[in-house]
């Protein structure tokens, strides 16, 4: 087949960049080169549009084992124990085909976890929606949703990995374009880990695990373009997952590392077999050759091309020692599993493929896994997408509001998701979905590690640099709020076409904006993946950076996040918090009560945030508090409400002494500020002080109901009952009422 | 004093069991290969939790054709305990050393929750620590938990006081609220809710420490005296 222009266009490559190909190869590529280079090339394998902003994050601290550029970053815990931990996006599999694209992304990341040699103990998803309701689109939502949900409930259950939390938010904007970003950590001793190095010249290449079908065939590329009419056609590109192949080959993986036979591993993930030998091979700057006759194959008369570009997973290749190989076999021959020498390390530094002895691609594996092209793209300002005013805002029904707002997609209980997702298995789960942060016990050492996964895409299109310094100081909140302390980040970029100059301003400033938080925070970013061109028929999401954060702290049982008991007094470390008209406009209630997006996202201090978490670590860690729960979105009112629906439905009688509107007193979303409650006010406030951080006493806690004043007015009054009503039945009512209509 | 759990490929529980007799409650465990054909020195037998053999076909209908299976099927004929959890109760009735079947869930989705269970019946040295009526809260965590059985086996379960756990709020559509019976020898428990879940003050609480260190005495599985006073 000749390559001509369209076969370079269909592999969406661009004419330099073939040139670049011809100048590396110092030849005409073949059809199995171009692909390959197609692949590995591709913005969702080479981070080709970020990666000179990527530079920019901070990637080093006392904790940090391994930083960007391995399957996962690694965190030193304590105890001689480590955590590998990632997030991985699925976001353009799971429209296509929900259930497998979902499952496919949990089995990917769990995969990336496991080649390090660490076991995974938890999982989590950030998954976004177009509206459920919407009369024209809600049928399709509801249909992606139900997808998503179910398939990484089959995987992760399944495998057997417990999905202790998330989020899961709704906009127009996801309407054709869900997010499905899963995030995975898991736990080794510092002895354990393992690298995809393909080290030792004449060491075997091994492939392990699944047979390589057609599945899959440029998925990564498939991922790196906007979505079209055509898209629907793109079905057979998306995997197939098979979560108990997954378990057998967690389980033979980490039983053959223990043979010390094993010289470097690495999964099969997005460009398959292309991508695990050349990035082996580079990192370790040795060579590969293989033989695709070797390769354990599903279907006949698969091509060259076709067995390099195919995605089918729950595949790993390693290197064993030479001479010891046995070991490594004997191990996969325990578990039904197939293992394969299809190679061999070599010194040239060259991939080398051949088919029954003739070779049909030999290309530096340096130039496909780091000269890979970097664009310095052109960015303007991001788009001010509102107006920096918005409607009025006087309500005349403040109860009706939290009552509205409690019942909306965004803020109301995801219990009917996460009951579909084992959230207990590996007893570890100290705290699971419905805390602020989850908190997985190390049951190799005295230790828990604490993780939140958040974004915001509201506040993100209203200013993508403050946005992101907002999520980042909410995930240290939530994980503070359960007393950890925060120390490491990973990041899941989501974004629009980098090729348009607003979108990429965006991306740049939210990497920015990330760099930034995270220097403050102290949380350095050891990996991470960015998910561009999610746009549909021209229409970009929202921007949404997502970020997951991790924490460590003593193992011990957290302080509830509801209120416990009566005639405790409720204080609110960090004070009422600052807000105006315009820092209202990207609040859920200027989405839910006014419809509305406008102005700018609430302002941060990060200085004074550091110092408001540093006060509730300290109060949760020494239980001078028993209740604290972080306010997020929502603000004060919706915080409030969530800490009476415990199961001692204890609520709170509260006067705000504040000089702010009563719509902004109770629903401003501002930072830096935790709801708790405790029998002991005065060492609440002591301690806050010491921090030079305000701390409220704004009333106390009361059976059956939530009351709140101003010094000359009840703001507000309702059961418990009154308000857990819609904030719980809103799920399983929109699924029900699908059913039924 | 040993524990055998045995492992299936797809089990995915069998540590946490492991890790409760071990921890919680200072016990010898060892794991079983499912292609072992004998169960070495234990004295008490577990089938833990999971997707054995991925549960493709029917849940548990793979592992019923398992080596260890026959020698697990020969240490219940000699008396000795054996407890199937969630996927292990489906193995169990799979493999005809329990009645029923385990299908879909009523809802037809998954579900993880934590759930009341009364203990409905005394008649096993499984409940020697609890009392009748007593209630119990264990977490489900199954796709396929709905017990059922025809009426002659219902009638034959419910008359010989064989139904062990029965739901308080039924997440599963089993019939009559059924969460866990034995056989008529009493000495082989099958239930859907995971005690091991529920062993450690930290994690689940410790509602299901008594099941599991009934375990830890078998002889009293073997008394003549309980299967006489309860039949």
């Known amino acids: 087949m000749n390559i001509t222009p369209e076969v370079v266009a269909a592999h969406q490559l661009t004419a330099a960049e073939y040139q670049r190909i011809i100048e590396l190869l110092g030849r005409e590529p073949t059809l199995t080169e171009l692909g390959i280079f197609s692949v590995m090339w591709s913005e969702h394998c080479s981070y080709k549009s970020t990666r000179v902003h990527l530079k920019k994050l901070p990637t080093d601290s006392r904790y940090v084992l391994q930083g960007p550029g391995e399957n996962a970053g690694i965190i030193d815990i304590g105890d001689g124990v480590a955590i590998a931990f990632k997030i991985e996006s699925h976001n353009h599999p799971s429209f296509i085909e929900p259930f497998q694209g979902a499952a496919t992304g949990v089995g990917g990341i769990l995969r990336d976890i496991f080649t390090m040699g660490a076991r995974p103990i938890a999982v989590m998803d950030s998954i976004r929606f177009g509206p459920l309701d919407d009369p024209k689109t809600g049928d399709r939502n509801r249909h992606i949703l139900e997808g998503v949900v179910s398939g990484i409930s089959h995987y992760g259950n399944c495998f057997g990995v417990p999905t202790v939390g998330g989020e899961c938010v709704f906009d127009t904007s996801y309407d054709g374009n869900p997010l499905v970003n899963v995030f995975a950590l898991g736990v080794f001793r510092h002895d354990e880990i393992f690298y995809g190095k393909a080290t030792g010249v004449g060491n075997p290449v091994i492939y392990v695990g699944a047979k390589t079908g057609r599945d899959g065939i440029h998925g990564a590329s498939m991922a790196s373009a906007e979505f079209t009419e055509e898209s629907k056609q793109k079905r057979p590109n998306v995997q197939v997952g098979d979560p108990f192949m997954e378990k057998l080959l967690l389980e033979a993986c980490l039983e053959a590392m223990k043979t010390g036979a094993i010289v470097g591993i690495q999964d099969m993930g997005a460009a398959g077999l292309t991508s695990s030998t050349c990035e082996m091979g580079s990192r370790a700057g040795t060579g590969i050759e293989i033989d695709l006759q070797y390769v354990p194959q599903r279907e006949t008369g698969m091509t060259p091309y076709e067995i390099m570009l195919s995605e089918s997973q729950e595949r790993m290749l390693l290197v064993a020692e030479k001479g010891r190989e046995q070991a490594v076999y004997d191990v996969f021959k325990k578990w039904g599993l197939d293992a394969v020498q299809i190679g061999v390390v070599t010194p040239d530094g060259l991939l080398r493929i051949k088919n029954h002895g003739e070779v049909v691609a030999e290309i530096p594996n340096r130039a496909l896994a780091d000269e890979a092209p970097k664009y310095q793209r052109p960015f303007t300002k991001p788009l001010r997408p509102a107006p920096l005013d918005g409607p009025t805002v006087r309500s005349s029904d403040l109860k009706g509001d939290l009552l509205k707002l409690l019942g909306s997609a965004d803020l109301c209980s995801k219990r009917w998701i996460w009951e579909q997702y084992d959230h207990q298995v590996r007893t570890n789960t100290v705290a699971g979905p419905g805390y602020d942060a989850a908190v997985v016990r190390i049951k190799e050492s005295g230790t828990s590690v604490a993780m939140s996964l958040d974004g915001n895409g509201r506040y993100c299109s209203l200013d993508p640099r403050l946005g992101t310094k907002l999520i980042v100081a909410e995930c240290c909140r939530n994980l503070s709020t359960v007393g950890a302390l925060p120390i490491a980040t990973t990041n899941n970029l989501n974004f629009g076409n980098p090729e348009r100059p607003e979108i990429m301003a965006q991306i740049v400033e939210s990497i920015e904006g990330l760099a930034e938080a995270c220097r403050v925070f102290e949380v350095p970013v050891t990996g991470g993946n960015v998910s561009l061109y999610n746009e549909t028929l021209g229409t970009p999401i929202l921007p949404t950076p997502v970020v997951g954060i991790v924490g460590v702290l003593p193992t011990a049982l957290p302080v509830s996040s509801s209120f416990t008991e009566e005639g405790l007094s409720v204080l609110l470390i960090g004070g009422f918090g600052n807000s105006d008209w315009q820092q209202f406009g990207g609040t859920q209630y200027a989405k839910v009560i006014e419809n509305s997006l406008w102005g700018v996202p609430p302002a941060l201090d990060m200085d004074y945030e550091k110092r408001v978490q540093e006060t509730v670590r300290t109060l949760v860690r020494e239980r001078i508090v028993s209740t604290a729960h972080d306010l997020g979105e929502g603000g004060l009112a919706v915080a409030v409400a969530e800490a009476s629906f415990g199961p001692a439905r204890i609520g709170a009688d509260l006067e705000l002494d504040s000089n702010l509107p009563s719509e902004l007193a109770l629903f401003h979303e501002g930072p830096s500020r935790i709801l708790v409650a405790t029998g002991d006010p005065e060492g609440v406030i002591l301690a806050a002080r010491k921090n030079g951080v305000e701390a409220l006493k704004i009333g106390v806690t009361v059976s059956g109901i939530v009351r709140i004043s101003k010094p000359d007015s009840v703001l507000m009054e309702a059961s418990i009952s009154e308000l857990f009503e819609p904030w719980s039945e809103y799920l399983p009512g929109v699924f029900q009422a699908a059913v039924i209509s | ?231």
């Not at chain 2, 592992?63 to 169990?92: D, H, T």
């Not at chain 2, 759930?115 to 499984?126: D, I, M």
């Not at chain 2, 756990?165 to 039924?170: P, T």
């Open chain 2, 1 to 231: 004093m040993t524990v055998g759990v045995v492992v299936f490929p797809g089990s995915n529980c069998d540590h946490d069991a492991h890790f409760a007799f071990r921890n919680s409650l200072g016990a010898d465990a060892k794991f079983i290969w499912h292609d072992s054909d004998s169960l070495g020195d234990v004295d008490a037998v577990i089938l833990p939790g999971g997707f054995s053999y991925g549960d493709y076909l029917r849940t548990g209908a793979i592992a019923k054709f398992s080596p260890v299976m026959g020698a697990v099927k020969r240490f219940a004929e000699n008396g000795g305990p054996v407890l199937g959890i969630c996927n292990g109760f489906q193995v169990l009735t799979e493999a005809g050393l329990l009645p029923g079947a385990l299908v879909r869930n009523a809802g037809l989705k998954f579900v993880c929750r934590t759930v009341p269970l009364e203990v409905s019946s005394t008649s096993s040295a499984f409940t020697q620590g609890l009392e009748k009526g007593q209630v119990l809260r264990l977490p489900v965590a199954h796709g396929e938990g709905c017990y059922i059985a025809d009426a002659a086996t219902l009638n034959e379960l419910e008359s010989e006081g064989r139904v062990v756990l029965r739901y308080r709020d039924n997440p599963n559509g089993s019939v009559n609220d059924i969460a866990g019976i034995v056989n008529r020898e009493r000495n082989v428990l099958g239930m859907m809710p995971h005690p091991e879940r529920a062993a450690d003050p930290l994690v689940g609480g410790t509602d299901g420490l008594a099941i599991l260190r009934a375990l830890l005495s078998p002889e009293a599985f073997h008394s003549p005296l309980l299967a006489v006073s309860h039949t």
